[in-house]
């Protein structure tokens, strides 16, 4: 044991060492409402004519590495203009891994936390220096003067914006995004994970900005088991992250479903108000409860906040009581007391505010 502890500590770098694995909770037997999933399936006759398109797939074969018909259904229903270049991931988590490998050592990389992990967990991975700037308490807006005055003085190599952000569910000011984007000579990333919800989008704006990229995946949209991202900007920028993006990285039944969902847009687009609809039925009886503080979101998940060191009592009670819901409080700060439910089926949701009831009767 001692000499694999040491080969261990010998062939690693020094930051994976130090890293934590990223843990996703057992779900089995629970409703699932921790993971920010679309929870509608599909109707029986579109998934016949799913089946049948996967039916001649060339398994034998390697997929088109450029998935050039995915690539053009993107383009077609996002708008984006011909001038911009598309590059697809093995979901958005590939692509941040990408930008960040294309960095050089001593780089840094800037982000409003709380926010998507993976920001800070692929930085630590590959060395980089991280720096999160704390969101404004209670509207969780960017602090624009310090977020201005770190750019000043460092210039990150790149920037990250969830919009909305994750966990906290709101948009950021669109103001201080585009000043943000301004005082940056380097890259800005709008993380559009949760487009869908919010009507909100900087893809229009991306003529405006030579460093600005748009990142968007199809997982919250009702996708999540294809894996599947892109991100849309300068084709000089897009230039630089192919060379390093690993060949056939989108597979040949990713490539055929993914077109084929797509294209049926009206099916999504009818979820997408079915989720927004009970995303406004559960936050206003969230607001009811007392000990409760909800906040506003334009994603498809709500974060809220329990009494002083009750979060993690009742998250136990919830689950318990069979329903998954996801645990912030661990990660302090903003965080500490908050709980984040994803927006799942109209009986889904009364299951868990059933369940958050009664916690709240016991705690």
């Known amino acids: ?209 030579d460093n600005l990229l748009i990142m968007r995946t199809v997982s919250k949209l009702g996708l999540a088991g294809l894996r599947l991202g892109y991100i849309v900007g300068n084709p000089r920028i897009i230039q630089q992250l192919n060379k390093i993006r690993l060949p056939y990285n989108i597979n040949s039944l990713t490539q055929l479903s993914a077109d084929f969902a797509l294209s049926r847009k009206t099916l999504f687009d009818e979820q997408t108000q079915q989720i927004c609809a009970e995303r406004t039925v559960v936050l206003e009886q969230l607001d009811e409860l007392d000990g409760i503080t909800a906040y506003p979101s334009a994603a498809n998940f709500i974060l809220f906040r329990t009494a002083d060191k009750k979060a993690s009592d009742i998250f136990s009670s919830i689950k318990q009581q069979g329903v998954l819901i996801k645990d912030m409080s661990s990660q302090g700060g903003l965080l500490s007391d908050c709980l984040r439910v994803t927006i799942g089926k109209p009986e889904e949701n009364r299951a868990f505010l059933a369940a958050l009831k009664k916690s709240l009767s016991q705690s």
Not at 141 to 166: C, E, K, R, W
Request: net charge negative.
């Open 1 to 209: 044991m001692t000499k694999n502890t040491h080969l261990v500590a010998s062939v690693f770098r020094k930051e994976v060492l130090a890293m934590s694995a990223y843990k996703v909770a057992d779900a089995q037997g629970l409703i699932k409402l921790d993971a920010m999933e679309n929870p509608y399936d599909w109707p029986e006759d579109i998934k016949k004519d799913w089946l049948e398109t996967l039916k001649d797939c060339p398994l034998n074969r390697y997929p088109d590495p450029e998935a050039r018909q995915l690539v053009q259904t993107i383009r077609r229903l996002n708008r984006i203009p011909d001038q911009f270049d598309v590059l697809l991931g093995n979901g958005s988590d590939e692509i941040i891994q990408l930008l960040l490998m294309a960095l050089p050592g001593t780089a840094g990389v800037l982000a409003p936390v709380p926010g998507f992990v993976m920001y800070k967990q692929l930085s630590d991975c590959l060395g980089l220096a991280f720096q999160g700037i704390s969101l404004l308490p209670e509207t969780f807006d960017l602090d624009l003067p310090a977020m201005l005055t770190f750019i000043g003085q460092h210039q990150p190599s790149v920037i990250f914006l969830a919009y909305p952000n994750n966990p906290t569910g709101n948009l950021f000011s669109e103001t201080s995004i585009r000043e943000v984007i301004e005082a940056s000579q380097g890259l800005v990333v709008i993380d559009e994970a949760y487009a869908p919800f919010a009507g909100a989008s900087f893809i229009d704006s991306l003529a405006q900005y």
